[in-house]
């Protein structure tokens, strides 16, 4: 069921997920070639506690860090270890807090050190095609519009959309209806409304789409090896558009 939220449930939304906007900001300055993946889990963990607000990840399904942190061709719920990043690769961060009765979520991919012109493209891409869902989130509008217009910029760059993985509703829960798929029909799917707020996230791949699930049972990786990049929004559907709650800017 689609829970459709007043304005003031839209403002407590607003809330958490800025101050996820603002941890994946610092988390974001903090990526270096020779830093542990762990060290961005203590450091998420800190922020969390000076902004008294919960990670919303720990516990959640037995996931037993705040921050999924994922590397190169890890497409999302990497865990935080001793890993070392290295110049070159690239850090999906995808994070979530709990305030006042409500979640924020958002994902940001970063690049460390000095990363390839196609590594470079594969996360601009993926940005803009958050980018062009967020845009579809209109009333009235359905939500395969959102779908297919991410897979349409996606697949237009010669890059493939994640379909085993999709985005969702958020609010009193961290995961609420509807899905959000990143492939999909215009025209297609439930109709969208004011008061609904989803997470659109898009997971890209450099190579084929196909994903499996390592032995840890939550890291995702891509099949063929190649890199994965991800970004994430949380965003109000309004009478005046797409409202973006997780954004500092």
Sequence with gaps: MVILKRPEEIEKIRKSSRIVAEILQELMNSVKPGIRTIDLEEYAEELAARKKVKPAFKGYNGFPFGLCVSVNEEVVHGMPSKRILRDGDIVSLDYGVYHDGYYGDAAITVPVGEVSQELLRLLQITKESLCEGIKESRIGNRLGDISAAIQAHVESAGFSVVRDFVGHGIGKSLHEDPQVPNFGSKGRGILLK????????????????????????????TEDGKYSAHFEHSVAITENGPDILSCIN
């Design 194 to 221: 004011k008061g609904m707020v989803l997470a659109i996230e898009p997971m890209v791949n450099a190579g084929k789409y196909s994903v499996k699930v390592l032995n840890d049972n939550w890291t995702v990786v």
